[in-house]
């Protein structure tokens, strides 16, 4: 089962210009390789007239896939320091394009690093990352005469309640980190002194604002 991790929230775009240079950096969430490569060349098409459209994503749990792209910079001045802002952000599942538009002025190695990492972190930044936690959907089946305490309690506790089915006995279906799913059903166990059915339903991922 797949660990907690970070990836960036949704795709977004942000600009920035150095010494009459565009910077377009352009950022979206790609869990697989063909993912990662369409949405490049999708960014690629959009500014076919840029004069470099450079990228960078890494996939899977432990980072198996792992790609950077100069397109036409000079070597390790624009795909890789793309690349090391995403792990030192320790993200996950993320690709990014950074268009250039080329401004009159040369910007040197250097400099070059310095631009497209900036663009990267600036487009973070403007879309944000989200932490993807591992949670249980438990369904606890429970008679109408415990309703009020346990949704109550649910309420109050740390336990994201999702829906309430109501029909002969009311389920209520709440979300549980995955580790704690054995003290869930204690902690449920003894608030309805063992009259609640419980089951779990499936593995699921929430996210939450970093």
């Known amino acids: 089962m797949r660990n907690d991790y970070r990836t960036v929230k949704e795709r ?7 010494k009459k ?13 063909e993912e990662a490569t369409a949405f490049i060349a999708e960014v690629k098409k959009t500014h076919h007239s ?7 994503y890494l996939i899977g749990e432990h980072d198996q896939i792992q790609k950077a792209n100069d397109d036409g910079e000079p070597s390790g001045t624009a795909g890789v320091p793309m690349l ?6 320790g993200l996950k599942d993320t690709a990014v394009v950074v268009t250039r538009y080329f401004g009159g002025i040369k910007l040197g190695g250097g400099g070059l690093i310095r631009a497209y990492g900036s663009a990267v972190s600036e487009v973070l930044k403007e879309t944000g990352t989200v932490e993807r ?8 089946t429970v008679d109408y005469t415990w309703l009020g305490k346990v949704e109550n309690e649910v309420r109050l506790s740390s336990y994201p309640l999702d829906h309430i089915d109501y029909a ?13 799913e054995d003290n869930f059903r204690e902690w449920m166990e ?8 419980l089951s779990s339903e499936r593995s699921e991922f929430l996210e939450f604002d970093i």
Do not use: W
């Open 12 to 18: 977004g775009e942000a600009e920035i210009i150095i």
């Open 21 to 33: 240079s565009r910077f377009i950096a352009t950022v979206t969430r790609a869990e697989t390789e």
């Open 50 to 56: 840029a004069t470099h459209n450079c990228s960078a």
């Open 84 to 89: 090391d802002v995403l792990k030192k952000q």
């Open 133 to 140: 936690r591992q949670y249980r959907l438990m369904k606890a």
């Open 168 to 180: 002969d006995a009311v389920s209520l279906y709440i979300y549980v980190p995955a580790a704690e």
């Open 190 to 197: 003894d608030l309805t002194n063992g009259q609640a059915e």
